[in-house]
Nanobody, 123 residues
Framework: QVKLVESGGGSVQAGGSLRLSCAAS????????MGWFRQAQGKDREGVAS????????LYADSVKGRFTISRDNAKSTVYLRMNGLKPEDTAMYYC????????????????WGQGTQVTVSS
């Protein structure tokens, strides 16, 4: 498994931006699909975005298309989630994950998870 550590969460007002980072055990995320997920209080974990090992292919949940951008820097073993136009409904704990199950937003396809970083958006 890959050890993942998220950072960059915080509290912002609606319309604001944040960039989340996910640092992987050195060199350990290069061959894996990476994904960002979120879980709001009392709700199931949902996929937000995923990216292929080389970074050429991405997938987004409909709720974040056009506002969020996933990217990766394999030289730094880091995956990013740029979040613009944040809405109160984006409030959740955000997790990054690594897996070999392909470009998917299904949590069960990922086998390594970070501890999460909280994002709170106020109206």
């Amino acid at each position: 498994q890959v050890k993942l550590v998220e950072s960059g969460g915080g509290s912002v007002q609606a319309g604001g931006s944040l960039r989340l980072s996910c640092a992987a055990s050195r060199g350990r995320n290069v061959l894996k699909h990476m994904g960002w997920f979120r879980q709001a209080q009392g709700k199931d974990r949902e996929g937000v975005a995923s990216i292929s090992p080389g970074g050429s292919f991405t997938l987004y949940a409909d709720s974040v298309k056009g506002r969020f951008t996933i990217s990766r820097d394999n030289a730094k073993s880091t995956v990013y989630l740029r979040m613009n136009g944040l809405k109160p409904e984006d409030t959740a704990m955000y997790y990054c994950a690594a897996g070999a199950g392909g470009r998917t937003l299904v949590p069960a396809s990922y086998n390594s998870w970070g501890q999460g970083t909280q994002v709170t958006v106020s109206s």
